[in-house]
């Protein structure tokens, strides 16, 4: 009897051992599907002839958090660049850094919140802008950039210096971008990038009593001079050629999420409480509430492109959508899922 006994003893707890090993199994085949890398990087304090901003450190903070508490990602898989330490050349080393680790199967985020800019397409080392641009300062009328092409970039916090020994200096271009994101889509890993940024207009302030300022800066301030044809450019060292970037090795694999469209800026402040980016701040909003666990990339920007654009023209008098580019991705895949494939 007390044979059986032990027998049966025996029998369960094999059983319960069993059921937990699958249980972790489980949880261990969940994380190897793919690992979650991220990339943070938040600029509020620029050199005085760039502008200061006041919301792009809490951006990527609040990201972070929303990350590790509600989307599976570790800490020890982020990098969060900050103020001083997001130079040109700490952001690429750091990219560089997540292309060597990430594999198929496995997810990149990059968030970036700081000025943006535009650097003439003439001078880059690809010539793959079609769309002519032209702005003046909307108070001064002041031109600020004559009608021409010009490539998107982000402004690093040295954007104002040449370590690069790029024509356009330490500014990252979109071009630069595309090329280190395609990088990681070719091995198979997903990479969704999100900007707080804007591309056009003028820094400004905004009516009313809540500290606002606009995520642009006109490329003369970024390089110290008094206006945009003051400016001098050099050849780039490798020829340009009209060709937009290969898109083979996206994949399918890339999303970008943005605080405004190509002829908006996106806006630092905006709402009451801790100052954020406008866009950051109902994006993290969103991706925090219960069923953003269930929602897609389409849906998620649908809410968010709603709420900004409704608050930013009511109570600031000021046009800002979000926007959702898919044109070499999924929109309907799962907020921050891993594709498959590992």
């Given at each position: 009897?007390?044979?059986?006994?032990?027998?049966?003893?025996?029998?369960?707890?094999?059983?319960?051992?069993?059921?937990?090993?699958?249980?972790?199994?489980?949880?261990?085949?969940?994380?190897?599907?793919?690992?979650?890398?991220?990339?943070?990087?938040?600029?509020?304090?620029?050199?005085?002839?760039?502008?200061?901003?006041?919301?792009?450190?809490?951006?990527?903070?609040?990201?972070?958090?929303?990350?590790?508490?509600?989307?599976?990602?570790?800490?020890?898989?982020?990098?969060?660049?900050?103020?001083?330490?997001?130079?040109?050349?700490?952001?690429?080393?750091?990219?560089?850094?997540?292309?060597?680790?990430?594999?198929?199967?496995?997810?990149?985020?990059?968030?970036?919140?700081?000025h943006g800019s535009l650097f003439p397409d003439a001078y880059s080392e690809?010539?793959?802008?079609?769309?002519?641009?032209?702005?003046?300062?909307?108070?001064?009328?002041?031109?600020?950039?004559?009608?021409?092409?010009?490539?998107?970039?982000?402004?690093?916090?040295?954007?104002?210096?040449?370590?690069?020994?790029?024509?356009?200096?330490?500014?990252?271009?979109?071009?630069?971008?595309?090329?280190?994101?395609?990088?990681?889509?070719?091995?198979?890993?997903?990479?969704?990038?999100?900007?707080?940024?804007?591309?056009?207009?003028?820094?400004?302030?905004?009516?009313?009593?809540?500290?606002?300022?606009?995520?642009?800066?006109?490329?003369?301030?970024?390089?110290?001079?008094?206006?945009?044809?003051?400016?001098?450019?050099?050849?780039?060292?490798?020829?340009?050629?009209?060709?937009?970037?290969?898109?083979?090795?996206?994949?399918?694999?890339?999303?970008?999420?943005?605080?405004?469209?190509?002829?908006?800026?996106?806006?630092?402040?905006?709402?009451?409480?801790?100052?954020?980016?406008?866009?950051?701040?109902?994006?993290v909003r969103i991706l925090n509430t219960p069923a953003a666990a269930k929602?897609?990339?389409?849906?998620?920007?649908?809410?968010?492109?709603?709420?900004?654009?409704?608050?930013?023209?009511?109570?600031?008098?000021?046009?800002?959508?979000?926007?959702?580019?898919?044109?070499?991705?999924?929109?309907?895949?799962?907020?921050?899922?891993?594709?498959?494939?590992?």
């Amino acid at each position: 009897m007390n044979t059986n006994k032990n027998n049966m003893r025996s029998f369960f707890v094999k059983a319960l051992m069993l059921g937990l090993l699958l249980t972790v199994g489980g949880t261990a085949v969940a994380e190897a599907k793919g690992r979650k890398f991220g990339l943070l990087v938040g600029i509020n304090k620029y050199p005085d002839t760039i502008g200061q901003l006041g919301g792009c450190v809490n951006d990527v903070l609040k990201m972070k958090s929303t990350l590790t508490s509600r989307y599976g990602f570790k800490a020890a898989d982020l990098t969060t660049l900050t103020d001083a330490q997001a130079t040109r050349a700490a952001i690429i080393a750091k990219m560089q850094a997540y292309q060597k680790l990430a594999g198929a199967g496995d997810l990149f985020v990059m968030h970036y919140s700081g000025h943006g800019s535009l650097f003439p397409d003439a001078y880059s080392e690809i010539k793959d802008e079609t769309k002519l641009l032209y702005y003046e300062d909307p108070e001064s009328g002041e031109v600020v950039y004559p009608r021409g092409k010009y490539d998107a970039n982000i402004v690093p916090v040295d954007g104002d210096k040449n370590t690069s020994g790029k024509p356009w200096g330490n500014l990252i271009l979109d071009d630069e971008l595309y090329n280190m994101f395609s990088a990681f889509t070719a091995k198979g890993a997903q990479v969704v990038f999100v900007s707080d940024s804007c591309f056009s207009g003028s820094i400004a302030k905004a009516t009313g009593k809540l500290a606002v300022k606009e995520r642009f800066v006109p490329l003369h301030k970024v390089r110290g001079a008094k206006n945009f044809e003051s400016l001098k450019f050099k050849e780039p060292a490798t020829k340009g050629f009209e060709s937009a970037p290969a898109t083979t090795n996206m994949r399918g694999l890339y999303l970008t999420l943005t605080g405004a469209n190509a002829e908006e800026t996106a806006l630092d402040g905006g709402t009451p409480g801790v100052r954020m980016g406008l866009f950051t701040s109902n994006l993290v909003r969103i991706l925090n509430t219960p069923a953003a666990a269930k929602m897609n990339y389409m849906q998620l920007m649908t809410g968010v492109n709603k709420d900004v654009s409704k608050y930013a023209l009511d109570n600031l008098q000021h046009n800002q959508n979000p926007q959702l580019d898919a044109s070499f991705g999924n929109p309907k895949s799962v907020i921050f899922s891993v594709p498959a494939g590992k």
